[in-house]
């Protein structure tokens, strides 16, 4: 039952890199809105998505606080700028990842993104056990 319930996660966690990088890529297309703010949103959802994949096992919760605090520590790394980890931030992987440059709005698309995730993961679990 794990490793199915990881697959699914894993999956799911897919599908959000492949939406977030389509918000990048077609953002002149898109409502400034859902170009301005989906991106990030998706990115946390994903990472939300990550943690259940390797603690499947422990709650939704768990997932949800860790989660949000590494969305909230690579925010804030931003705020460290040296030559070495801008030099990874200016990869198109590291930028993806790291971010460029600290946002305080980016906090809230984060925890937007996290809860939203966690509550449809909540709400679909119920589902299925009923």
Not at 30 to 44: C, E, I, R, T
Not at 46 to 53: E, L
Not at 65 to 85: H, R, T
Not at 99 to 120: A, E, P, Q, T
């Amino acid at each position: 039952m794990l490793l199915k319930e990881r697959l699914l996660y894993f999956v799911v966690a897919l599908i959000l890199v492949l939406l977030g990088l389509s918000t990048r890529m077609m953002e002149e297309h898109l409502p400034d809105f859902v170009s301005s703010h989906f991106g990030d949103a998706l990115w946390a959802a994903m990472i939300y998505c990550g943690f259940r994949v390797i603690i499947v096992s422990k709650s939704k919760e768990k997932s949800f606080i860790f989660s949000l605090l590494f969305c909230i520590a690579v925010e804030c790394s931003q705020l460290y700028q040296e030559d070495w980890i801008n030099a990874i931030r200016g990869t198109v992987l590291g930028g993806l990842i790291l971010g460029h440059g600290f946002l305080l709005i980016d906090l809230v698309r984060y925890s937007i993104g996290i809860l939203f995730v966690y509550l449809v993961d909540k709400y679909f679990i119920k589902l299925r056990l009923a």
